[in-house]
Nanobody, 123 residues
Framework: VQLQASGGGLVQAGGSLRLSCIASGRPTYGYTMGWFRQTPEKEREFVAVMRSGYTYYADSVKGRFTISRDNARSTVYLQMNLLKPEDTAVYYC???????????????????WGQGTQLTVSS
């Protein structure tokens, strides 16, 4: 499956933004899909995923970010509110059809990745 992420940009702290990730190539119903982020100083880290109708979030974004999915459009979204400068990163969408629950927060468990979209939050 191919993934195309979009929606990044520059936003002030406290603001909101929504990322989108469109999947193509094959139906993604049943896939685990989600978002990771990466900065030059850190390895790619888990942000949020949806699996079997359930949502999972990193503690750092819980209560501020919301992941959702439109299966008819093969699209997964990440609504980001109350943004902080530390949310600045390149955000990647990811998908896999065989991720076990214990590995959903591990980047290496995902086979398909989008190209990344930059989010910059200014203070």
């Amino acid at each position: 499956v191919q993934l195309q992420a979009s929606g990044g940009g520059l936003v002030q702290a406290g603001g909101s933004l929504r990322l989108s990730c469109i999947a193509s190539g094959r139906p993604t119903y049943g896939y685990t899909m989600g978002w990771f982020r990466q900065t030059p100083e850190k390895e790619r880290e888990f942000v949020a995923v949806m699996r079997s109708g359930y949502t999972y979030y990193a503690d750092s974004v819980k209560g501020r970010f919301t992941i959702s999915r439109d299966n008819a459009r093969s699209t997964v979204y990440l609504q980001m509110n109350l943004l902080k400068p530390e949310d600045t990163a390149v955000y990647y969408c990811a998908a896999a059809n065989d991720v076990i629950l214990s590995r959903i927060r591990i980047a290496q468990a995902y086979k398909s990745w989008g190209q990344g979209t930059q989010l910059t939050v200014s203070s």
